[in-house]
């Protein structure tokens, strides 16, 4: 007779794992999925910095803008701030430009560094232990920090610039007429800085750390501001859009943003080389005098 109560014999599945094979397939199907999606997200993540440092630059733009509604539209020259009656045109640096607008506090100092920046030695002035120094501005000797960095060229990890931007000249012909709020749309304001001269490809500048912003090495692509207020990414050192209409009745040319190439005013009795009116966005470490400057680059 079955006992329904009788023990059944227990039975020993056998564990099933996996096979070579399988793990094989299993580690490639991860391989294929990850040399997708790191290069996805490195773009992702370069078109966020780009669309940051367009804001960025825009955003400095428009605090000069700011400065100057309250200035008879005069975008701010440190030279005028110091002594409107009799300036020293010799202050209106890049680094006393920056630094008059922290000190007034239209931006703070990390607003100077580029979300693109490329060069190790151009940073934020209180990450180097140093600090901007708010104290010393009393508005009647001091208006900005003077220690405000801004030569890019000769910086180094124990002397690092504190700004990655480039501006309009602030000479010649162009700097009397254009440095306002009511300039247009092919004027430009502010950029990413740019390799000498605009040039590239050649011994001294192919290493430039401007390549590397926003594209490959082969050509440089920077964020512009124009003085309507509009600021995109150019693709070129000859934006399209900004042509430069010379003041002798010459036609309009392309205009190498970096490069101070046409000296037309002297038709009109300017002293010989002074700028002129096209387009010249630099980084400047020394204003000789209205129509004279230096420029830097790295």
Known sequence: ??????????????????????????????????SILI??????????????DKTQAKGIYTAMVLYASSN???????????????????????????SV?????FFTPDYCISPVEANPNIIDINEFGVEYDYGSIDGEDVFWDPLFNGDVENATASNPAYNSYAHQALVGH??????????????????????REGAFGEATD????????????????????????????AHSTFPEGVAYQPLNGMPLGPDNIFDCEWNDVTANGAPDGMPSGDNWMVICTELIDENNMTAAWD
């Not at 039975?11 to 199907?29: D, H, M, N, Q, R």
């Not at 030279?79 to 202050?91: G, K, L």
């Not at 607008?101 to 506090?105: A, K, L, P, V």
């Open 1 to 34: 007779m079955h006992n329904r109560f009788a023990k059944r014999p227990h039975i020993i599945k056998p564990y099933k794992g996996f096979t070579i094979i399988e793990l094989l397939v299993v580690i490639a199907i991860i391989v294929l999925l990850v």
């Open 39 to 52: 290069p996805a997200m490195g773009k992702a993540l370069r078109t966020a910095r780009s669309t940051e």
């Open 72 to 98: 008879n539209d005069k975008l701010p020259r440190p030279s005028f701030i110091r002594d409107n009656f009799d300036p020293d045109i010799t202050d209106d640096t890049t680094g006393n430009l920056m």
């Open 101 to 105: 607008m922290i000190g007034r506090d």
């Open 174 to 195: 162009r700097a009397k007429t254009k440095w306002n709020s009511n300039a247009g749309s092919s004027d430009l304001m502010i950029s990413n800085r740019g390799p």
């Open 206 to 233: 192919s290493q430039s750390y401007t390549l590397q912003f926003h594209g490959s090495n082969a050509s440089w692509s920077g964020s512009i501001v124009s003085g309507d207020g509009s600021s995109r990414i």
